[in-house]
């Protein structure tokens, strides 16, 4: 039901912008997150959006860089990723919570696959 794609190899300091969209049912009436995760370690919080898009939440380590939007129109969320670091390698998962915004794992219950991000230095 979510999908995520935009994922790809791009040098330190660049730029990529992932979406997600859904499909099945309305995502318009949730709060809607991105996660990201590197082999051996959790699941992280990255960023959460409000269901009106009026609220962000991000991790300290992506804020001033990572920038999270959303369509309701489109049924999509976007994440646009500049300043590109090697240390945000990882897949990104988008996500769907049924509260307003959430910015924990525990609070989603709808998860779309992954899309790879990788950083080369």
């Known amino acids: 039901q979510l999908q995520a794609y935009g994922g790809g190899l791009v040098q330190a300091g660049g730029s990529l912008r992932l979406s997600c969209e859904a499909s099945g049912r309305t995502f318009s009436n949730h709060g809607m997150g991105w996660f990201r995760q590197t082999p051996g370690k959790e699941r992280e919080f990255v960023a959460a959006?409000?269901?009106?898009?009026?609220?962000?939440y991000y991790a300290d380590s992506v804020k001033g860089r990572f920038t999270i939007s959303r369509d309701n129109a489109k049924n999509t969320v976007s994440l646009q990723l500049n300043s590109l670091k090697p240390e945000d390698t990882a897949v990104y998962y988008c996500?769907?919570?049924?509260?307003?915004?959430?910015?924990?794992?525990?609070?989603?219950?709808?998860w779309g696959q992954g899309t790879q991000v990788t950083v080369s230095s």
């Open positions: 996500a769907g919570s049924r509260r307003v915004i959430a910015n924990t794992r525990g609070e989603y219950d709808s």
């Open positions: 959006i409000s269901w009106s898009g009026g609220r962000t």
